[in-house]
């Protein structure tokens, strides 16, 4: 196990993809220390920044300590292994992941998880906007794996979602699942406006409330809703489809007492 420490306050923007198991496996305390970053335009090294401590422990393979709000790209493209990140963590951490574990003690910048495509990501904390959504003018969202965020998030998050799973405790900003085509959101508490805008596939389960784009149609009310193997809802829900504008096949699971201003709807079953 490799344990990183903070040797004082980062103010700008520090990119740190060489920080994942695969290019930590099998070095020497000397060769961590050379590893590339960059410090807004300065190149530096691992050992400028962090404190690098070795012990036989296994598993996770990387402790992260300290207020890291301003490094970027922790966990980019890692396949396997464990990192453990005791405090905030900036932008894009665990973008394009393939497998492994992340866990944010902590709050998460934007763009995490962006790309991923296996694996999972826990955060004990606030996430940012853009959680699993690709980055502006692309369609590549993620594919597969597991986030969990146990506090709120912000906007455009699983925008373009292919696969996988998102579970948010709290609450979600605006923009929820847009252009989602596969895949499971679900939110414990309230979400912002237009949630799975222009999505034609997958679903979105919303605990709290939420406002009903007109471009969804009324299904039916199921007393619950399953959103994994391990996770079982009881609503009842209303159940949209849509985007009808989209020519969607989506689902949008709307918790019926959480939401008596959608009760109209029901005449139209």
Partial sequence: MVTLTAIRTFNIPIQAPCITPENFADKTIAELKKLPLTEGNRNVTLGDLFKIEQSP????????????????????????????????????????????????????????????????????????????????????????????????????????????????????????????????????????????????????????????LPSFTIDSVKPKVKVDDSTNIVGPFYVFLGDRSERGVGKIFANKVANPALKFYEKYL
């Avoid at 966990?75 to 900036?90: D, P």
């Avoid at 003018?137 to 986030?147: A, R």
């Avoid at 929820?176 to 997958?202: F, N, P, Q």
Wanted: hydrophobic share 35%; glycine share 22%.
């Fill in 57 to 212: 422990t296994e598993t996770p393979n990387i402790i992260l300590n300290g207020d890291l709000s301003k490094v970027k790209r922790v966990g980019q493209a890692m396949k396997s292994g464990e990192i453990v990140i005791n405090g905030n963590i900036g932008m894009h951490t665990g973008e394009k992941m393939a497998g492994g574990k992340i866990v944010v003690n902590g709050n998460a910048g934007g763009w995490t998880g962006s790309e991923m495509k296996k694996g999972a990501i826990e955060i004990h904390g606030d996430g940012g906007d853009y959680i699993a959504s690709p980055y502006r003018g692309n369609d590549l969202g993620m594919k597969g794996g597991l986030i969990t965020i146990d506090g709120n998030v912000g906007t455009d998050v699983g925008c373009h979602l292919k696969g996988g799973i998102i579970k948010i405790k709290g609450s979600a900003g605006r923009f929820l699942g847009y252009h989602m085509t596969d895949g499971v959101i679900y939110v414990e508490k309230d979400c912002d406006v237009r949630a799975g805008a222009c999505m034609t596939g997958g679903k979105i389960v919303i605990g709290g409330a939420l406002e009903i």
